[in-house]
């Protein structure tokens, strides 16, 4: 695994984001789920990486095949609409 660490910034970045699924990583990186998790633990801290495998274990929104939505990406309802680019009011 020989990635560049702007790349490793925003793998690091996506596996911390809850929403961001392990699918996301791979298909953009080509680094599978123990992959990430190997990168994560060589690059963090001990104590942040163990923090982060205790979110990140059994999350269905990190697991594509978990989530309880089917199609497109999960938006909260308190979340703004963009339009004609810009925030459209309520």
Partial sequence: MN?????????IEMAW????PFEAITFQF????????????KEMKP???RMWRARVQGRSTKHSKK??????RF?????????NNSISKR
């Fill in 17 to 20: 984001e809850d929403r961001t």
């Fill in 3 to 11: 990635l560049e660490a702007q790349h490793i910034d925003r793998i």
């Fill in 47 to 49: 104590s942040s990486f």
């Fill in 75 to 83: 938006k909260c309802s308190r979340q703004r609409t963009i339009s």
């Fill in 67 to 72: 989530r309880t939505f089917d199609k497109g």
């Fill in 30 to 41: 080509g680094l599978k789920e123990q992959e990430v998790v190997e990168l994560m633990r």
